[in-house]
């Protein structure tokens, strides 16, 4: 989930500059009225903002919080405009919570929290809806980072609760592309809290969510964002056919990573393609628990191997380390199936290799749960050696 709902166009530095400066500039005419003003200054933290975004620049993100907190509001008391004071909170919330998940610690998304939710006590949901609904998005956004983050369910669902009311007035008619984004969020929030808690009821409603987000962004439409809803929606299969019996739900998460990767092509997304890659080599290996033979087992290998391909130790480590750990329990598997001792080696040569990178990268957790399923493949080689 991403702190806001971005609506960046992609401009030169330079056009920011020209921009920023003529916003200064006007504010600044003689006999402007103070909403005038306001409206000036709110444009230059906006600018500020998406500068910030599209170019990584904290300082300009900086800038935008001082001139929102000491500049904008003032312009537009809550008593005399509400709706201009509560676009400013918005606007607050919105640069808060971009550093707040750039940066570590709570502080920051929880003064994103705090400035929306006082956006939401000013704005006027029957005169401005979409503008309250907007807020109620990035609320649950933030409560969704800040809940994953801390491992707290009560903020999660606090970030269900948000999206589903964004939902009553970011309808499919009036806003069909902003209801679509939030339907996501909500998808993502249901998924994140139904691995947290036992059965499969919240992970159905996340795969219902994200049906209907497929329901607009098509892949004719919007190819990246049909893949990466497809991809999204193969976790949450995967995760619900776990705790399921039976092989169908695995079948889909599978069938759903696959059509991903029909978008999904290393040249055009070489991190998204390795990520759908490590995907659905895990679906496939889940599935293969369940069904006989080798022939699945022989396909997650060859996604894992693929997904290596691009996630290399130099690129992205832990990436790299977390693939290579399931390639060699994938090996595993189809190596006690298939009572092949040069395959138990590979196995033992790739969750070695996983370890070593989660001890130099101090990953105790990770290094544990390594060396633990180390020792099985080190026992299972020297099982088919004798």
């Known amino acids: ?9 992609v401009k030169s530095a330079e056009d920011f500059m020209l921009e920023i400066e003529h916003c200064i500039k006007a504010a600044r005419e003689p006999g402007l009225d103070v909403a005038g003003q306001w409206l000036h200054q709110y444009r230059r933290a906006s600018l500020l903002i998406e500068y910030g975004q599209q170019f990584r620049n904290i300082e300009a993100m900086e800038q935008a919080i001082d001139l929102l907190e000491n500049t ?21 919330g919105n640069v808060l919570g ?32 979409l503008e309250w609904a907007t807020t109620q998005n990035n609320l649950g956004n933030a ?5 994953q983050r801390q491992g707290n369910e009560p903020m999660l669902e606090k970030s269900i609760t948000a999206f589903e009311l964004a939902l009553e007035e970011r309808t499919r008619d009036n806003t069909p592309d902003e209801w679509a984004t939030t339907q996501n969020n909500l998808g993502a929030a249901l998924h994140t809290l139904g691995q947290r808690q036992k059965g499969t009821r919240l992970l159905a409603k996340s795969v219902a969510a994200y049906k209907k987000v497929l329901e607009e962004w098509t892949q004719s439409r919007v190819p990246l964002k049909w893949a990466t809803t497809l991809n999204n929606l193969g976790t949450v299969l995967r995760v619900q056919g776990e705790r399921q019996s039976g092989s169908r739900t695995l079948e889909k998460s599978v069938a759903a990573f ?9 040249e055009l997304v070489p991190k998204d393609w390795a990520m759908t890659q490590n995907n659905l080599g895990a679906a496939l290996q889940k599935l293969a628990e369940r069904q006989e033979g080798t022939p699945l087992l022989e396909q997650a290998v060859a996604a894992y191997k693929n997904a290596l391909e691009e996630w290399t130790r130099d690129k992205m480590p832990m990436g790299c380390a977390m ?3 399931n390639l060699g329990v994938a090996r595993m598997a189809l190596a006690e199936r298939a009572k092949d001792q040069a395959v138990s080696r590979l196995a033992v040569e790739d969750i070695s290799a996983a370890c070593e990178i989660f001890r130099d ?26």
């Open 143 to 147: 409560y969704g980072v800040l809940g």
């Open 98 to 129: 971009i550093l707040g998940q750039r940066h570590r610690g709570t502080q920051l998304l929880e003064s994103s929290i705090g400035a929306y939710e006082e956006a939401l006590g000013a704005l006027s949901r029957q005169k401005a809806p």
């Open 72 to 92: 904008v509001l003032d312009l537009a008391p809550k008593n005399e405009r509400p709706d201009d004071w509560g676009l400013t909170l918005s606007s607050l």
């Open 1 to 9: 989930m991403d702190i806001p709902e971005s609506r960046n166009e």
């Open 361 to 386: 990268a101090s990953h105790a957790q990770y290094r544990e749960l390594g060396e633990e399923q180390l020792g099985k493949a080190k026992a299972l080689l020297e099982e088919l050696g004798s």
């Open 258 to 266: 696959k059509n991903a990767l029909k978008v999904r092509k290393r």
């Open 323 to 325: 693939t290579m750990a």
